[in-house]
């Protein structure tokens, strides 16, 4: 069994739809939650990270991580066509596991007009 | 220019082989990784390094090797190419210690086939 496991989709869903993707691990030391976002044919680049259990918005992005439930969404809001892309979640135990993240599958999301 | 480049921007390579990936980055950053994208499987990290003249052994080192000579170039070799190792590579760096989040910046990436 994979320490992170996401869907991979594909996702398709219209323009302006709540749009909600999602991990689950097993590594209860994890403790910073990120997601990527990478467009065809680029690299990830980060959309956003939380510390623990909780929430974090940013524009039409809020991220939430449970921990009892070992699990961690990303909500869209507004989605756009410009938002169509692949998302990877990632997690980091911290401490003296530096840069070691643990990628989820990613899930490729298709935003039509 | 600011961020990371790699060199090939693609590559088609016979078996057996020998191939070095190109990675810099101007960011001056301590940590920088080698990672693999394979459909299905996300990206597993190849090899590390925290700091210049120190490398480690991420998920997936077999058949590969780096270096780090200095903070800015981190090259990933393949002795010896294999078809199971036809993949995307990205190389990514990170600014480390940090109290807060890892986090990772990526370069464009090297489509790489091996035949």
């Known amino acids: 069994q994979k320490e992170v496991e996401q869907d991979p989709g594909p996702l398709s869903v219209p323009e302006g739809a709540i749009v909600s993707l999602n991990c689950t691990y097993s590594?209860?030391?994890?403790?910073?939650f990120m997601w990527y976002r990478q467009y065809s044919r680029k690299g990830p680049e980060l959309l956003m990270y939380t510390y623990s259990s909780g929430n974090k918005e940013d524009g039409r992005f809020t991220a939430q991580v449970d921990k009892s439930s070992k699990y961690i969404s990303l909500f869209i809001r507004d989605s756009q066509p410009s938002d169509s892309a692949t998302y990877l979640c990632?997690?980091?135990?911290?401490?003296?596991?530096?840069?070691?993240?643990?990628f989820g599958q990613g899930t490729i999301l298709t935003v039509h007009p | 220019i600011a961020g990371i480049t790699q060199a090939p921007t693609s590559q088609i390579l016979a078996a057996g082989r020998r191939m070095t990936l190109r990675c810099t980055q101007d960011m001056r950053h301590n940590a920088m990784y080698w990672y693999r994208q394979d459909l299905g499987l996300g990206l597993r990290l190849i090899h590390y390094s925290n700091t210049a003249g120190t490398t480690g052994k991420g998920e997936v080192p077999d058949g590969y090797s780096v270096s780090r000579a200095n903070t800015d170039d981190f090259p990933l070799t393949l002795a010896s190419a294999v078809p199971s190792q036809t993949s995307v590579y990205f190389c990514a760096s990170s600014d480390l210690p940090r109290g807060a989040a890892d986090t990772q910046y990526f370069g464009p990436g090297t489509r790489l086939t091996v035949l």
């Open positions: 590594n209860s030391a994890f403790q910073y």
């Open positions: 990632a997690m980091w135990g911290g401490g003296t596991s530096y840069g070691k993240l643990t």
